[in-house]
Antibody
Framework: EVQLVESGGGLVQPGGSLRLSCAAS????????MSWVRQAPGKGLEWVAN????????YYVDSVKGRFTISRDNAKNSLYLQMNSLRAEDTAVYYC????????????????WGQGTLVTVSS | SYVLTQPPSVSVAPGQTARITCGGN??????VHWYQQKPGQAPVLVVY???DRPSGIPERFSGSNSGNTATLTISRVEAGDEADYYC????????????FGGGTKLTVL
């Protein structure tokens, strides 16, 4: 059974830092792109960042470029999100999600999600 | 960046058919995926690649995509289908962005 378990959320002051972790199990972690997706209170889903299987490619939404860093440790089946210079607008539930793609043309969808970890940025 | 537009809300009576649209420039040239999210829960993939269903998703859920509009259709709607629904695409032309629509709240009357 595929499982994704996030941890590391909490209350942090504006300008502070936080590191989120996602422990993966039930599948070959090193074979999949992985993403972080967030959801602000009462708002919709927003893709934040993703990372290729071997960590050689990383992409970010414009609003977090230069502040957030995604990484992975395939030996530990773990995904991370280092968040620096946090702002109030970063307050959200952060989900770890596995990406998959089918067919001859890549399409990339999120087939498994964790339960999320809440990050609150407030003084 | 690529923009996906969904109606904020759709209402339907039990047993009827609900159609949730997702608009985007030439979205028919992209693969569209749909997620269901119930309050307090993580999203669940219900349709991928326009019209395919993951295992465990009822046949009542179907999708189509053409021109500038993709549609999620839920037949014989049940009370348990009440949820937020999001469409999503991969924007290969914009730094490999994964893009979500704003979401549609489905209310079962």
């Amino acid at each position: 059974e595929v499982q994704l378990v996030e941890s590391g959320g909490g209350l942090v002051q504006p300008g502070g830092s936080l590191r989120l972790s996602c422990a993966a199990s039930g599948f070959t972690f090193s074979s999949y792109w992985m993403s972080w997706v967030r959801q602000a209170p009462g708002k919709g889903l927003e893709w934040v960042a993703n990372i290729k299987q071997d960590g050689s490619e990383k992409y970010y939404v414009d609003s977090v470029k230069g502040r957030f860093t995604i990484s992975r440790d395939n030996a530990k089946n773990s995904l991370y999100l280092q968040m620096n210079s946090l702002r109030a607008e970063d307050t959200a539930v952060y989900y770890c999600a596995r990406e998959d793609s089918s067919g001859p043309v890549p399409s990339f969808y999120f087939d498994y999600w964790g339960q999320g970890t809440l990050v609150t940025v407030s003084s | 960046s690529y923009v996906l537009t969904q109606p904020p809300s759709v209402s339907v009576a039990p047993g009827q058919t609900a159609r949730i649209t997702c608009g985007g420039n030439n979205i028919g040239s992209k693969s569209v995926h749909w997620y269901q999210q119930k309050p307090g829960q993580a999203p669940v993939l219900v349709v991928y690649d326009d019209s395919d269903r993951p295992s465990g998703i009822p046949e009542r859920f179907s999708g189509s995509n053409s021109g500038n509009t993709a549609t999620l259709t839920i037949s014989r709607v049940e009370a348990g289908d009440e949820a937020d629904y999001y469409c999503q695409v991969w924007d290969s032309s914009s730094d490999h962005q994964r893009v979500f629509g704003g979401g549609t709240k489905l209310t079962v009357l």
